[in-house]
């Protein structure tokens, strides 16, 4: 069993820059894909990032060029650098963990574990 906590959502102005954190429990964070979702009001959920175990990411289009995954085994943490943020990224984000699928996935029926979620919000 695996548990996810998010942190670092907020309120910025658009234009501005947020890093969000997941920190995993477990043992075996190493051998996880790692990947972040998000879900705005009245929306599906929509994959954003993915990482590899061994640091292999995937993007969305829409995300590509403003917003960087990364992990840090040592701390059992996966990170979501957001930069040049706007309001259609204003969203709830999800961090999510695999054990089954090695890949850096962008469907969310890859992933195992699901943290509770973090909010961002983007004003103009």
């Known amino acids: 069993q695996v548990q996810l906590v998010e942190s670092g959502g907020g309120l910025v102005q658009a234009g501005g820059s947020l890093r969000l954190s997941c920190a995993a429990s477990?043992?075996?964070?190493?051998?996880?894909?790692m990947g972040w979702f998000r879900q705005a009001p009245g929306k599906e959920r929509e994959f954003v990032a993915a990482i590899t175990s061994g640091g292999l990411t995937n993007y969305a289009d829409s995300v590509k060029g403003r917003f960087t995954i990364s992990r840090d085994n040592a701390k059992n943490t996966v990170y979501l650098e957001m930069n040049s943020l706007n309001v259609e990224d204003t969203a709830v984000y999800y961090c999510a963990a695999s054990a089954r699928v090695r890949s850096a996935s962008s469907y969310s029926s890859s992933y195992d574990y699901w943290g509770q979620g973090t909010q961002v919000t983007v004003s103009s």
């Open positions: 477990g043992r075996t964070f190493n051998n996880y894909a």
